[in-house]
């Protein structure tokens, strides 16, 4: 499997998670071993990515943390990734105004493996 940009692979999961509606990448997710595929080749922002995509929506689904992962939710990237966008505004207006706006605003899910997310929702 080739590796894809962290952007692009974070645009798949967010478009899967419309497509399927969040109960069935749910089940898709945890059903399939990606999580753990990731993990193991040492993609962690893929890894964590899907993950705190799986958290967030149990959480705001009111499903019960699957406990298969608990040893992985133990780790965290050791550098805060922010999106690509986040990233341009910030070097166009010459400070970190927009980093700290995003870290404020991000999901805890994500943020819990230092991965910068505000909205999973918004895709076209």
Request: proline share 3%; charged share 30%; hydrophobic share 40%.
């Amino acid at each position: 499997m080739k590796r894809p940009s962290f952007e692009v692979y974070k645009s798949a999961i967010c478009h899967r998670v419309k497509e399927k509606g969040d109960i069935d990448f749910l089940i898709d997710t945890l059903e399939g071993n990606e999580i753990r595929t990731f993990f193991d080749r040492g993609w962690y922002p893929e890894s964590f990515y899907l993950l705190a995509m799986v958290d967030y929506l149990s959480r705001v689904n009111g499903v019960s943390l699957d406990n298969e992962f608990d040893d992985l939710r133990g780790y965290k990237l050791e550098k805060t990734l922010y999106p690509a966008g986040i990233l341009l505004i910030a070097t166009a207006e010459g400070n970190d105004n927009a980093l700290k706006r995003a870290l404020k605003e991000a999901i805890p899910e994500f943020l819990h493996f230092n991965i910068v997310e505000g909205n999973v929702r918004d895709v076209a």
